[in-house]
């Protein structure tokens, strides 16, 4: 059926329950009452009726209340222009009978819609709903002052990456699909290379995922937070290529974005052999290489790759 705004009588169900107890539904009956205006007095009421284990409410809601007002049925959402990145002009029907499902892929348009039905039924928590112009030029603004702004390196993996041939990956710290009210908080929001985020993906990173302000606390997170953390307190580069967790956060930034992929140990390794001896840094790395959760076939491309990367720094000293 077409979607439908009920919130009153979802409070009048509740009270008319016989399972739910007398001291709830005497609250809804004094929000009511007071228009939400609760005072100590009627809280010193409802907690003698919970000590005295009271069965039967004292107060009644009013008659004319969940009908003051028609219920609403939406059929339909059209006549958008300039909301987040929504193309102008899209339509949305809401089906007659059961429910109406949006899905899509990533950026396509699914929780601009949400925020606007969420606006249109003055919800409690409010998401943002911003220009198309303005959404896109706060994104490109973010992903290179947060580039710069981490020297140009990944938040979890911190591989320095150039600008010049590496899209720029905006990624948020408390992914966006189970916490989109932080979408746009800047503080949310840093610089990440394309496989930590994919590999990150929507995996819960706050302790309390019900929080309602913006936790602001290192305690607060799971993963490593580049504006509350110092990398190097919880990671530790062992021999400056395999990534060792040094905190109960470091251990679980690494699974979460799967540090120990055999991509980043040579990439590390390419970045000592600039210095080192190539065939040094290669006995270092086939030593390590045994603490790395890897299968055969990956171990075996990981020899591989690397036996390339050593000819090729060979050819580089010598030249």
């Not at 190539?278 to 959760?293: I, T």
């Not at 075996?300 to 990367?309: A, E, H, P, R, S």
Request: proline share 5%.
């Amino acid at each position: 059926m077409p979607a439908i705004f009920l919130s009153k009588d979802i409070l009048v169900d509740y009270y008319n329950n016989p399972v739910h107890p007398a001291w709830a539904k005497d609250l809804i009956c004094r929000a009511i009452n007071t228009n939400g205006t609760i005072e100590q007095e009627d809280l010193d009421i409802i907690l003698d009726e919970i000590l005295n284990e009271v069965t039967t409410p004292s107060l009644v809601i009013p008659a004319n209340f969940g009908v003051a007002y028609p219920k609403i049925l939406l059929n339909s959402l059209k006549h958008i222009s300039g909301v987040n990145a929504l193309a102008n002009n899209q339509e949305i029907k809401f089906c007659e009978e059961g429910l109406t499902l949006i899905f899509g892929f990533n950026g396509s348009g699914k929780s601009s819609y949400f925020r606007i039905l969420n606006m249109m039924a003055n919800a409690d928590i409010r998401y943002p709903v911003l220009q198309k112009a303005g959404i896109t030029d706060f994104k490109d603004h973010m992903r290179e002052y947060m580039y710069y702004e981490q020297n140009c390196r990944c938040a979890y993996c911190r591989i320095e990456l150039p600008i010049a041939c590496c899209f720029l990956q905006r990624e948020h710290i408390i992914p966006k699909a189970p916490h989109p009210k932080w979408m746009f908080e800047p503080r949310n929001l840093c610089f990440a290379c394309d496989r930590c985020n994919n590999f990150k993906g929507d995996e819960e990173v706050l302790r309390n995922q019900y929080a309602v302000a913006y936790p602001t606390d290192s305690k607060d997170f799971l993963i490593v937070n580049p504006f509350l953390d110092k990398y190097s307190d919880h990671i530790e580069l062992k021999d400056g290529i395999i990534y060792v967790g040094r905190t109960k956060k470091g251990r679980f930034t690494i699974d979460t974005c799967k540090l120990y992929r055999p991509d980043l140990a040579l990439e590390r390794a390419k970045e000592r052999m600039e210095k080192e001896n190539p065939d040094s840094v290669r006995s270092q790395l086939l030593s390590l290489l045994s603490s790395l959760p890897l299968s055969d076939a990956e171990r075996t491309q990981t020899l591989v790759n690397l036996g390339k990367i050593v000819k090729t720094y060979k050819r580089k000293h010598r030249g």
